[in-house]
Structure formats: C-alpha cells, structure tokens
Nanobody
Framework: QVQLVESGGGLVQPGGSLRLSCAAS????????MGWYRQTPGKARELVAY???????NAAVSVKGRFTISRDNAKNTAYLQMNSLRPEDTAVYYC????????WGQGTQVTVSS
C-alpha cells in the first residue's frame, strides 16, 4: 500500500514558476514510474510528465522545455519543476506512482493568472 502526498501548488503569474512534490510512504516493495497528470473541467486528463526508476524522463509536447521532472529514490519523492507558466497550464495536477498497482495523490491546484 502506497500513500502519496502532493504539495507545492498555488497561484502564480504568467511567466512564473512553481515546484510540485509528490512523496510516497507506506509499505511497498518498490516504486517504478512516477509522474503527473493534469485535468481541467470539460477536458480529458493529460499526461504531463513521468520518470522511470532509473531516471529516464518524458514530458508532454505542451510542457517540454518548460517543465522538468526529477526524483529522489532514497526519499521516494518526485518533483515537477514548472517554469514559464502559462494560463493554459491552470489545472489540478495529480501525481501517481506505479508499484504493485497505480496509486494517486490527492491533487493540487495550479492557477496561472495575472
């Protein structure tokens, strides 16, 4: 069983930065991929970025060059550094971790607005 706790969302002006964290705890053998999806009302959930246990990172075209995902395996924590934020990045961001199954965080609101 894995519990994921997200932090780091909030309100930021266009062009600003935020860093999301996703910390895993509980009893588990190991965590493979970790990543984030985001969702806005009326739109399909979008995969933002994910990173393998070995550190191979992938990001959606819409955020490539602006968002960077990383992880600290010793802390079972993933990070999403979001730079040059745009109003269209506004969404609820959900982290996930793949272990014996996929686990989800509680979601954190990111709002980009002037």
């Amino acid at each position: 069983q894995v519990q994921l706790v997200e932090s780091g969302g909030g309100l930021v002006q266009p062009g600003g930065s935020l860093r999301l964290s996703c910390a895993a705890s509980g009893s588990f053998f190991g965590i493979n991929d970790m990543g984030w999806y985001r969702q806005t009302p009326g739109k399909a959930r979008e995969l933002v970025a994910y990173i393998t246990r070995g550190g191979n990172a992938n990001a959606a075209v819409s955020v490539k060059g602006r968002f960077t995902i990383s992880r600290d395996n010793a802390k079972n924590t993933a990070y999403l550094q979001m730079n040059s934020l745009r109003p269209e990045d506004t969404a609820v961001y959900y982290c996930y971790a793949d272990s014996d199954m996929r686990y989800w965080g509680q979601g954190t609101q990111v709002t980009v607005s002037s």
